[in-house]
């Protein structure tokens, strides 16, 4: 079980990087409400950092978002107030354009590191996997992972696909494809088919 501030620290990460947006569905319909958080996004990233990285890097990488924000907090006037942090949450307790901010320095670690940063300095290849948030957030929200429903945290293997995640639905997306090549048999055949009505 990974500790609290870690949880809290991806929850507010993958909010911030794909929010819900009730605007959208006003205009477009319900579907287009929801956002990362609602399809438990942070799961799949932690998942991923701990997993797919033969080490347990989330609550390492929480841990550094959490030290950059405590760090920009204390030193930075240009930082929101935060009246209340909860089990070392300083990420989470943030604004989200705080947030934003964090995570661009994390994008730039290079040019400031904090005190409690130093394993940057020794382990170089951090820098890929925090450029890597995005990315997995992204993957997380659109991919199949969601439509795994119970099963999504087990072993890819032992996964079974239970329905279409709503994200597909946002984007238009008809389902998956076994195999590319049956697509480009499906779609030489509707060629054929087309000239031989012309």
Do not use: C, H
């Amino acid at each position: 079980m990974e500790p609290y501030y870690s949880i809290e620290t991806f929850k507010a990460f993958v909010n911030g990087v794909i929010p819900r947006t009730p605007f959208l569905a006003e205009q477009y319909g319900s579907i287009y409400y929801f956002g990362a958080l609602d399809y438990d996004t942070n799961q799949y990233v932690m998942m991923m950092l701990d997993y797919y990285y033969y080490y347990r890097y989330a609550d390492f990488i929480a841990n550094l978002m959490n030290s950059y924000a405590k760090q920009l907090f204390i030193y930075d006037n240009n930082f929101s107030n935060v009246t209340r942090v909860i089990g070392n949450a300083y990420f989470a307790s943030l604004s989200l354009v705080d947030q934003l901010r964090v995570a661009s320095y994390l994008n730039a670690i290079d040019i400031y590191v904090t005190p409690d940063s130093k394993d940057i300095q020794r382990y170089p290849g951090l820098l890929s996997i925090i450029a890597s948030l995005n990315r997995y957030t992204m993957m997380g929200y659109y991919s199949e992972w969601y439509g795994y429903g119970v099963t999504r945290l087990y072993e890819p293997n032992q996964r079974v696909f239970e329905f279409k995640p709503d994200s597909w639905l946002q984007v238009g997306y008809p389902g998956k494809s076994f195999t590319y090549v049956n697509y480009v048999r499906q779609y030489e055949s509707a060629q054929e088919l087309a000239s031989s009505n012309k």
